[in-house]
Nanobody
Framework: QLHLVESGGGLAQPGGSLRLSCAAA????????IGWFRQAPGKEREGVSC????????TYAEAVKGRFTISRDNAKKMVSLQMNSLEPEDTAIYYC??????????????????WGQGTQVTVSS
């Protein structure tokens, strides 16, 4: 069983930065890909980024490519999402979740499990 907890959300100005963290508890963390997803009010949950179990391959949604960077530290059981050049459209609740395999299963939410409780990111001037 894997338990994930997000942190690091908050208020940022357009063009600003935030760093989200996803802390894991459980023995399977290092064998599973981890994804970040977000859900804005009135919208469906969408995939943001994913990283393979070993951290060697990353995937990004087009909307965040070049602005967000995902990384992981298996020794610390942590996945981070560095978000730069934030835009108001990035406002959402951000969730991390575990994929069923060591590789990323796309950015399709229903494939992932062990969802955290989410952390709110608000980008506004």
């Amino acid at each position: 069983q894997l338990h994930l907890v997000e942190s690091g959300g908050g208020l940022a100005q357009p063009g600003g930065s935030l760093r989200l963290s996803c802390a894991a508890a459980g023995s399977t963390f290092s064998t599973r890909a981890i994804g970040w997803f977000r859900q804005a009010p009135g919208k469906e949950r969408e995939g943001v980024s994913c990283i393979t179990s070993g951290g060697g391959i990353t995937t990004y949604a087009e909307a965040v490519k070049g602005r967000f960077t995902i990384s992981r530290d298996n020794a610390k059981k942590m996945v981070s999402l560095q978000m730069n050049s934030l835009e108001p459209e990035d406002t959402a609740i951000y969730y991390c979740a575990a994929g069923p395999y060591f590789f990323c299963s796309g950015l399709v939410a229903h494939v992932y499990g062990s969802w955290g409780q989410g952390t709110q990111v608000t980008v506004s001037s």
